[in-house]
Protein backbone atom coordinates (compact mmCIF):
# COMPACT_ATOMS: atom_id res chain seq x y z
CA UNK A 1 0.00 0.00 0.00
CA UNK A 2 2.82 2.34 1.18
CA UNK A 3 4.34 1.14 -2.35
CA UNK A 4 1.72 2.27 -4.47
CA UNK A 5 1.38 5.70 -2.55
CA UNK A 6 4.78 6.39 -3.18
CA UNK A 7 4.86 5.27 -6.59
CA UNK A 8 1.63 8.02 -7.65
CA UNK A 9 3.19 10.46 -5.51
CA UNK A 10 6.23 10.20 -7.67
CA UNK A 11 4.56 10.05 -11.17
CA UNK A 12 2.43 13.29 -9.86
CA UNK A 13 5.45 14.81 -9.01
CA UNK A 14 6.70 13.92 -12.68
CA UNK A 15 3.08 15.29 -14.29
CA UNK A 16 3.64 18.14 -12.49
CA UNK A 17 7.37 18.94 -13.38
CA UNK A 18 6.62 18.36 -17.36
CA UNK A 19 3.37 20.95 -16.90
CA UNK A 20 5.48 23.87 -15.22
CA UNK A 21 8.09 23.37 -18.21
CA UNK A 22 7.98 25.84 -20.82
CA UNK A 23 7.08 25.00 -24.50
CA UNK A 24 10.41 24.15 -26.38
CA UNK A 25 11.27 27.29 -29.22
CA UNK A 26 11.20 25.91 -32.47
CA UNK A 27 14.51 26.06 -33.85
CA UNK A 28 15.81 24.82 -37.66
CA UNK A 29 16.61 21.42 -38.06
CA UNK A 30 20.62 21.65 -39.23
CA UNK A 31 20.73 19.79 -41.99
CA UNK A 32 24.61 18.82 -40.88
CA UNK A 33 25.86 20.13 -44.28
CA UNK A 34 28.21 23.01 -44.64
CA UNK A 35 27.95 26.48 -46.17
CA UNK A 36 30.30 24.55 -48.95
CA UNK A 37 28.94 21.88 -49.56
CA UNK A 38 25.50 23.13 -50.02
CA UNK A 39 27.15 25.68 -52.26
CA UNK A 40 28.57 23.19 -54.07
CA UNK A 41 25.65 20.53 -54.00
CA UNK A 42 23.94 23.94 -56.07
CA UNK A 43 26.53 24.60 -58.47
CA UNK A 44 27.64 20.99 -59.16
CA UNK A 45 24.54 19.70 -60.20
CA UNK A 46 23.39 23.32 -62.56
CA UNK A 47 26.96 22.04 -64.14
CA UNK A 48 26.15 18.83 -64.70
CA UNK A 49 23.36 19.10 -66.63
CA UNK A 50 23.99 22.62 -68.29
CA UNK A 51 27.61 21.17 -69.58
CA UNK A 52 27.43 17.33 -69.53
CA UNK A 53 24.22 15.83 -69.39
CA UNK A 54 22.83 18.15 -72.26
CA UNK A 55 25.71 17.47 -74.33
CA UNK A 56 26.82 20.74 -74.68
CA UNK A 57 29.58 20.97 -77.47
CA UNK A 58 31.41 23.32 -75.97
CA UNK A 59 31.81 20.66 -73.16
CA UNK A 60 32.23 17.56 -74.75
CA UNK A 61 35.65 17.08 -74.46
CA UNK A 62 35.80 16.94 -70.81
CA UNK A 63 33.52 14.97 -67.91
CA UNK A 64 33.15 15.77 -64.47
CA UNK A 65 34.37 14.03 -61.44
CA UNK A 66 32.36 15.17 -58.12
CA UNK A 67 34.18 15.13 -55.58
CA UNK A 68 31.79 16.74 -53.16
CA UNK A 69 31.95 14.42 -50.64
CA UNK A 70 35.38 15.47 -49.53
CA UNK A 71 36.62 15.19 -45.67
CA UNK A 72 38.99 17.79 -46.01
CA UNK A 73 36.20 20.76 -45.93
CA UNK A 74 36.78 21.28 -49.08
CA UNK A 75 33.94 19.87 -51.84
CA UNK A 76 34.94 20.31 -55.19
CA UNK A 77 34.07 18.96 -58.70
CA UNK A 78 37.05 18.60 -61.69
CA UNK A 79 36.46 19.10 -64.97
CA UNK A 80 39.17 16.54 -66.88
CA UNK A 81 39.79 15.15 -70.30
CA UNK A 82 36.91 12.88 -71.73
CA UNK A 83 39.03 10.52 -73.10
CA UNK A 84 41.73 10.52 -69.55
CA UNK A 85 39.44 10.87 -66.80
CA UNK A 86 42.73 10.19 -64.76
CA UNK A 87 44.46 13.07 -66.12
CA UNK A 88 45.32 16.47 -64.58
CA UNK A 89 42.11 18.33 -63.96
CA UNK A 90 41.01 21.51 -66.30
CA UNK A 91 38.90 22.91 -64.14
CA UNK A 92 38.61 22.81 -60.69
CA UNK A 93 35.39 24.41 -58.85
CA UNK A 94 35.40 24.21 -54.57
CA UNK A 95 34.04 26.00 -51.76
CA UNK A 96 35.74 25.72 -48.71
CA UNK A 97 34.61 25.06 -44.92
CA UNK A 98 31.38 27.61 -43.63
CA UNK A 99 31.91 29.82 -46.58
CA UNK A 100 29.22 29.60 -49.71
CA UNK A 101 31.80 31.26 -51.56
CA UNK A 102 32.74 29.13 -54.81
CA UNK A 103 36.39 29.40 -56.13
CA UNK A 104 36.96 28.56 -59.58
CA UNK A 105 40.35 28.15 -61.03
CA UNK A 106 42.62 25.81 -64.23
CA UNK A 107 43.56 26.40 -67.31
CA UNK A 108 40.25 26.47 -69.22
CA UNK A 109 39.74 29.84 -67.24
CA UNK A 110 42.66 31.14 -69.78
CA UNK A 111 40.57 29.48 -72.37
CA UNK A 112 37.82 31.47 -74.60
CA UNK A 113 35.29 29.20 -72.51
CA UNK A 114 36.93 30.74 -69.36
CA UNK A 115 34.21 33.32 -69.29
CA UNK A 116 31.44 31.46 -70.22
CA UNK A 117 32.52 29.25 -67.42
CA UNK A 118 32.84 32.11 -64.94
CA UNK A 119 29.63 33.67 -65.20
CA UNK A 120 27.47 30.08 -65.38
CA UNK A 121 28.84 29.33 -61.47
CA UNK A 122 28.31 32.75 -60.66
CA UNK A 123 24.95 32.78 -61.62
CA UNK A 124 24.16 29.13 -60.70
CA UNK A 125 25.56 30.25 -57.00
CA UNK A 126 22.54 32.48 -56.26
CA UNK A 127 20.42 29.94 -56.94
CA UNK A 128 19.80 30.43 -60.78
CA UNK A 129 20.20 26.79 -62.44
CA UNK A 130 19.05 28.32 -65.37
CA UNK A 131 21.95 26.55 -68.42
CA UNK A 132 22.06 30.06 -70.45
CA UNK A 133 22.93 33.85 -69.46
CA UNK A 134 19.19 34.29 -71.07
CA UNK A 135 17.27 31.17 -70.55
Known sequence: MIKTRTIALVAAAGFALAS????????????????ALLAMEQVAIAAHKCWIASKDPAFKQYQMANELNSFSGTPRFLLVP??????????????????????????????????RIGSDIARWQTGNTACGATA
Not at 20 to 35: D, L
Request: glycine share 12%.
Open 82 to 115: AKHYGGKPLLVVQAQGNSSRVDVFGPLMNDPLGA
Open 20 to 35: CQSTPKSTPVPSGKSA
